[in-house]
């Protein structure tokens, strides 16, 4: 059967430098968080009233529990290594979407309200105020940051973009700004036990149709056991294991190689996530419980 | 003394001063800071002796930023390699009496200060035309990138024109400010705006991006062992966290106190 004609766009040897289109990609951000997701996760459901007080303390606190934001919000000489590094830049053609310019929306507010500079010399400096609009632009671009790192592999001291947008993502969610996707599954991760929200019957019946699936497909009675207590090995996967494709794919060998091996293992319905989204949120805590809620699974089983 | 002399005494040990503290608090501020995470960028070292060697290219070479971007190196490194042996050359201001004899095989370098100057008006250059660096910088990168030029052409002035100053004054004069045996400095103007600026460069130190300095050294990404399987790695703030279970896994939803 003859393939299919794409379209496929040619990849150039060198990649093109797009000319900077300011504001090209100025927009609300992604849907908000309500309520009902925020609360689950200890942060305000909307913005609280004296958000601006709250969200520079938070960026005090936050810079004197990591190194990487201090150090790195100090560092940054302006030396535009790092500008045609992102992605999205270079896809979006935003300036806003170079690296540096992204730090800027955090470091300009920290030089602002926390350095000699800032507070007395704003303007020659580059400081700016903490207002309604700088706020939007946090959401907006903070969230166009796929934390990638990639920047940090150019820049002459090492400068993790991706530290910042962690930082500014937990800022804003303290104040109640946060971002509906991340939150609304980190809330499912935290009491279904995976991204999805497959509770365990849900779970055990996809396992039951992959076996006979497999079983069709390869003769082998390869099985896909779910909490089975004793087993050698726990399994955590990306819940699209469960259901996407090609990602179930990878879990139909992870079933093959064990049985193969004839090891016992198993998948737990309690902890069914490998992927953990308290990182793009930036918050330690969170990403702690969703880790330890395999811990527990691991000891229950 | 004269009373110049006297206002640029004192001003040498103010500047001094900011420097010292200032930079002192920051690098006290840096090392006192937890790194919760660990972040070593690829190609990540895999060992204490390799996090030694890639600090060592990262400073001498800018290892990093030769894979970025060469115009900003080339510039980049001209100008750094070009400002250490100029610095070096000063030293035979500060050392009182005849200088060891290392020195002198240095001296034939003052060609040095034609590198610091072109590397810095190539990067100058760079920030006025390139789109992308113009959009980022504020006026302080251009005025930093200015201040230092005018330091190294007032120097090269010295150096290389007819403007001499009357350098046996000048050792007097800087080494009797770490020897605290002052003297009279010389006073053609381009030795002052030379002096008076590089006073500023070293009060501004500690405020300004010159914090890039200690900051490469304190990188996370840079100066981490990539060991996170072998050796547990977590902050004792979050240690205390754990030892006082702050966190709780059954308190899931919910707020933690
Ligand atoms: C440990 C020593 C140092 C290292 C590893 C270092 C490294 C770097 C690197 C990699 C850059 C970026 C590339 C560039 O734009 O040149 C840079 C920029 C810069 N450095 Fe340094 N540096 C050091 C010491 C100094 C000192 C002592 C000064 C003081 C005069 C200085 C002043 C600057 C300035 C002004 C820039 C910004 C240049 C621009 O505007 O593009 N550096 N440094
Ligand atoms: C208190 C500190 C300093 C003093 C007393 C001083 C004094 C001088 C003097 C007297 C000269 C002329 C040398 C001659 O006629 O042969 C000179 C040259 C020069 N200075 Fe400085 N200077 C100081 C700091 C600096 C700093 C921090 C820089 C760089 C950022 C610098 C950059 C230069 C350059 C590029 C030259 C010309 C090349 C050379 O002679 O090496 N100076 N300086
Ligand atoms: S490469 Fe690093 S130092 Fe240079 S502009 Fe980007 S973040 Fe700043
Ligand atoms: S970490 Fe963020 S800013 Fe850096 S290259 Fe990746 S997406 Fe871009």
Redesign the pocket.
């Known amino acids: 059967m003859a393939a299919k004609e794409f379209d496929i766009p040619k990849l150039p040897t060198y990649i093109e430098i797009p000319e900077l289109k300011p504001g090209i990609m100025q927009g609300e951000g992604p849907f908000k968080s309500i309520d009902e997701f925020q609360k689950p996760l200890g942060f305000p459901g909307e913005k609280v009233d004296n958000w601006k007080e709250v969200a520079i303390e938070k960026i005090g606190d936050l810079k004197s529990k990591y190194r990487s934001v201090q150090v790195f919000l100090d560092s940054?000489?302006?030396?535009?290594?790092?500008t045609d590094k992102c992605h999205y830049f270079l896809g979006s053609s935003d300036p806003k979407n170079m690296?540096?310019a992204r730090?800027d929306l955090f470091r300009s507010v920290y030089r602002r309200y926390f350095t000699f500079a800032g507070k007395h010399f704003p303007k020659l400096v580059g400081a700016k105020d903490l207002d309604d609009e700088m706020i939007d632009d946090w959401y907006n671009y903070f969230h166009q940051c796929s934390q990638c790192r990639r920047c940090s592999v150019?820049?002459?001291?090492g400068?993790d973009t991706a530290e910042i947008s962690m930082a500014a993502r937990e800022v804003l969610d303290t104040i109640g700004i946060g971002q509906k996707y991340c939150n609304q599954i980190l809330g499912k991760a935290l009491t279904v036990g995976n991204n999805l929200g497959l509770p365990e019957p849900a779970l055990k019946d996809t396992l039951l149709d992959l076996e006979e699936e497999v079983e069709e497909d390869f003769g082998a009675p390869v099985k896909y056991p779910l909490d089975q207590k004793g087993a050698e090995i726990l399994l955590i996967t990306p819940s699209a294991d469960f259901f996407a494709e090609p990602h179930i794919d990878g879990l139909i060998g992870y079933g093959k190689v064990f049985y193969q091996d004839g090891v016992t293992w198993t998948l737990s319905s309690y902890a069914s996530e490998g992927a953990n989204f308290g990182m793009f949120i930036g918050s330690y805590d969170i990403m702690r419980k969703a880790a330890l809620r395999i811990r527990k699974a691991a000891l229950d089983l | 003394m004269s009373t110049i002399s006297i206002i640029f005494t004192a001003l040498f040990y103010i500047s001094l001063f900011i420097f010292i503290v200032g930079m002192g608090r920051k690098i006290y501020q840096f090392s006192i800071t937890p790194a919760p995470l660990k972040i070593p960028t690829a190609p990540t070292p895999l060992t204490q002796t390799g996090v030694v060697f890639r600090m060592i290219r990262e400073v001498t070479l800018f290892e990093s930023l030769f894979r970025s971007n060469k115009w900003i190196w080339l510039f980049g490194f001209l100008f750094h390699f070009g400002l250490l042996l100029v610095l070096i050359r000063h030293l035979r201001y500060f050392i009182p009496g005849d200088l060891p004899e290392i020195f002198l095989l240095i001296q034939p370098f003052k060609y040095a200060a034609f590198l610091m100057v072109i590397g810095l008006s190539g990067l100058l250059v760079r920030r006025i035309f390139v789109p992308r660096i113009r959009y980022?910088s504020a006026p302080s990168d251009y005025l930093m990138l200015l201040m230092l030029l005018v330091i190294g052409i007032s120097g090269a002035v010295m150096t290389f024109t007819s403007n001499h100053t009357d350098v046996i004054m000048v050792k007097n004069f800087a080494s009797g400010l770490l020897t605290f045996d002052w003297s009279n400095l010389p006073t053609e103007t381009h030795f002052l705006v030379h002096l008076f600026l590089v006073f500023v460069l070293l009060a501004i130190f500690p405020i300004s991006k010159l914090l890039h300095v200690p900051g490469i050294f304190f990188s996370p990404t840079r100066n981490q062992v990539d060991n996170a399987r072998k050796k547990r790695h977590i902050s004792a703030w979050a240690l205390k966290q754990e030892k006082e279970h702050t966190v709780k896994l059954d308190q899931t939803l919910g707020e933690d106190k």
């Not at chain 1, 940054?76 to 290594?81: D, N, R, Y």
């Open positions: 940054c000489v302006k030396c535009g290594a790092c690296p540096v730090q150019f820049c002459p001291y400068i | 980022i």
